[in-house]
């Protein structure tokens, strides 16, 4: 993000402070879609997902007054919205079965979402080899233990910095570094496991 872009969150933020709360819409305008993104891959879920993104512009929010200008407003939405997806996660994994969480990956499975701008090639035999890629990718990013995954998805999904995340996550820049490499190892070895041979690297 640029420093004019910066400037101008700043000032939508001093406005709705100010009292202009209509002007909050415009940040929503601006990050929800990339924030709906991010959080699809991390619950796994669209639903869960556009009620967690709500969830995370509401408590931003209800917190403006908080809100500390010397860094980006989409790190701290991101970092609010990243706590809300790993408790999310955490309480998940406590309660949810084996049987529902079968289900949950065939319901998964059955609906892929687009990790990239959609291909422009109409070719239904590609099209079909991106859908399938785009599945295996989806399952082993879930396979991915939380705080990788949230790494890996802030950086490949999100864009942000490496310096954004480490903002987002509170996490030294090293840990975020490991992280993220690790994650790509994980997500890479996931990858070579269920490829077809002849499609591997």
């Given at each position: 993000?640029s420093?004019?872009?910066?400037?101008?969150?700043?000032?939508?933020?001093?406005?709705?402070?100010?009292g202009?709360?209509?002007?909050?819409?415009l940040?929503?305008?601006?990050?929800?879609?990339?924030?709906?993104?991010y959080?699809?891959?991390?619950?796994?879920?669209?639903?869960?997902?556009?009620?967690?993104?709500?969830?995370?512009?509401?408590?931003?929010?209800?917190?403006?007054?908080?809100?500390?200008?010397?860094?980006?407003?989409?790190?701290?939405?991101?970092?609010?919205?990243?706590n809300?997806?790993?408790?999310?996660?955490?309480?998940?994994?406590?309660?949810?079965?084996?049987?529902?969480?079968?289900?949950?990956?065939?319901?998964?499975?059955?609906?892929?979402?687009?990790?990239?701008?959609?291909?422009?090639?109409?070719?239904?035999?590609?099209?079909?080899?991106?859908?399938?890629?785009?599945?295996?990718?989806?399952?082993?990013?879930?396979?991915?233990p939380a705080?990788?995954?949230?790494?890996?998805?802030?950086?490949?999904?999100?864009?942000?910095?490496?310096?954004?995340?480490?903002?987002?996550?509170?996490?030294?820049?090293?840990?975020?570094?490991?992280?993220?490499?690790?994650?790509?190892?994980?997500?890479?070895?996931?990858?070579e496991?269920?490829?077809?041979?002849?499609?591997?690297?």
């Amino acid at each position: 993000m640029s420093s004019d872009q910066a400037r101008q969150e700043t000032a939508i933020v001093e406005r709705v402070l100010g009292g202009e709360r209509d002007a909050y819409a415009l940040l929503v305008e601006r990050y929800n879609g990339s924030l709906f993104r991010y959080l699809v891959r991390m619950v796994g879920q669209p639903a869960e997902a556009e009620d967690l993104a709500q969830e995370a512009f509401l408590r931003a929010y209800l917190s403006l007054a908080s809100y500390d200008p010397s860094y980006r407003f989409s790190t701290w939405l991101f970092r609010i919205a990243t706590n809300l997806a790993i408790n999310r996660i955490k309480a998940a994994s406590k309660i949810v079965s084996l049987e529902e969480m079968r289900e949950r990956r065939e319901q998964r499975d059955e609906a892929p979402l687009e990790l990239a701008d959609p291909c422009t090639d109409s070719r239904p035999d590609l099209a079909a080899e991106r859908s399938e890629m785009v599945r295996l990718i989806q399952r082993c990013l879930q396979e991915l233990p939380a705080d990788y995954r949230a790494v890996v998805a802030l950086r490949h999904i999100a864009e942000l910095s490496y310096n954004e995340i480490s903002d987002s996550i509170g996490l030294p820049l090293n840990t975020v570094r490991t992280r993220l490499h690790r994650g790509r190892e994980r997500l890479g070895q996931c990858l070579e496991a269920r490829l077809p041979k002849e499609e591997r690297p």
